[in-house]
């Protein structure tokens, strides 16, 4: 009996674009993929053929908005073949922290920057009602899950996630809005339209259920 063929591996686009602690999240999916029982290789690269040839991106990020989108912008076709995947190919998307941010129309830190306009919304400083909450936004909160999705699939509301940021997303249409939780009233903590998704918590430091949600997205078929 001849050997059997290998099961071909499934690329995960992880873009590195000089923002995000990248090995962490390399780790997080590499567990995520373990236990989702798929067949998956996770990939740091800013290589235009790889990102194309990748059946999930995701996209880290931790720093200013401007200095995330200029250095997304700075790869050599990377921004023109992230649009051709995501938007006209349909191929699944996560935005993580900044990298969900990137997602809205612009962003108010440091100036006015231009986003990639995919899920339509303001990225604006955290205001929270009581002056006694700190900026940024360091620590643990829980979700409160506004709508069934995949990507939270088998989470509840009320579970714990870690969150980094001083801004926040504010989708224009309520119906992108998938998650919030609350430090001085509600902040937007995911968002999802059809194939594209963004969390605002970072799941690769959000111990089980961080992992259930990046286990989630590699088996969505959106």
């Given at each position: 009996?001849?050997?059997?063929?290998?099961?071909?591996?499934?690329?995960v686009?992880?873009?590195d674009?000089?923002?995000g602690?990248?090995?962490s999240a390399e780790?997080?999916?590499?567990?995520?993929?373990?236990?989702?029982g798929?067949?998956?290789?996770i990939e740091?690269?800013?290589?235009?053929a790889?990102v194309?040839?990748?059946?999930?991106?995701?996209?880290?990020?931790?720093?200013?908005?401007?200095?995330?989108i200029?250095?997304?912008?700075?790869?050599?076709?990377?921004l023109?073949?992230?649009?051709d995947?995501?938007?006209m190919?349909?191929?699944?998307?996560?935005?993580?922290?900044v990298?969900m941010?990137?997602l809205?129309?612009?962003?108010?830190e440091?100036?006015?920057?231009?986003?990639?306009g995919?899920?339509?919304?303001?990225?604006?400083r955290?205001?929270?009602?009581?002056p006694?909450?700190?900026?940024?936004?360091?620590?643990?909160?829980?979700?409160?899950?506004?709508?069934?999705h995949?990507?939270f699939?088998?989470?509840?509301?009320?579970?714990?996630?870690?969150f980094?940021h001083?801004?926040?997303?504010?989708?224009?249409?309520?119906?992108?809005?998938?998650?919030?939780?609350?430090y001085?009233?509600?902040?937007?903590?995911?968002?999802?339209?059809?194939?594209?998704a963004?969390?605002?918590?970072?799941?690769?430091?959000?111990?089980?259920?961080?992992?259930a949600?990046?286990?989630?997205?590699?088996?969505w078929?959106?």
């Open positions: 009996m001849g050997a059997q063929s290998a099961v071909p591996m499934a690329l686009a992880l873009i674009y000089g923002s602690n990248l090995r780790k997080a999916l590499e567990r995520a993929a373990a236990e989702s798929g067949s998956w290789t740091v690269t800013n290589d235009l790889r194309t040839a990748a059946e999930r991106i995701v996209l880290p990020g931790v720093g200013a908005f401007g200095d995330c200029e250095g997304l912008s700075s790869l050599p076709g990377v023109d073949g992230l649009r995947a995501v938007l190919r349909g191929v699944p998307f996560l935005g993580i922290c990298g941010q990137l809205a129309t612009r962003g108010h440091f100036g006015e920057h231009a986003g990639l995919w899920i339509e919304g303001e990225v604006s955290l205001q929270p009602s009581d006694m909450l700190k900026i940024p936004h360091i620590g643990w909160n829980r979700l409160d899950i506004l709508r069934p995949p990507l699939e088998g989470i509840e509301t009320g579970s714990d996630v870690y980094v001083s801004f926040a997303m504010q989708p224009t249409f309520r119906a992108d809005v998938l998650a919030t939780t609350d001085g009233g509600p902040v937007v903590a995911a968002v999802a339209r059809g194939n594209i963004g969390v605002q918590f970072h799941p690769e430091k959000s111990q089980g259920t961080g992992i949600v990046l286990r989630n997205f590699l088996c078929r959106p």
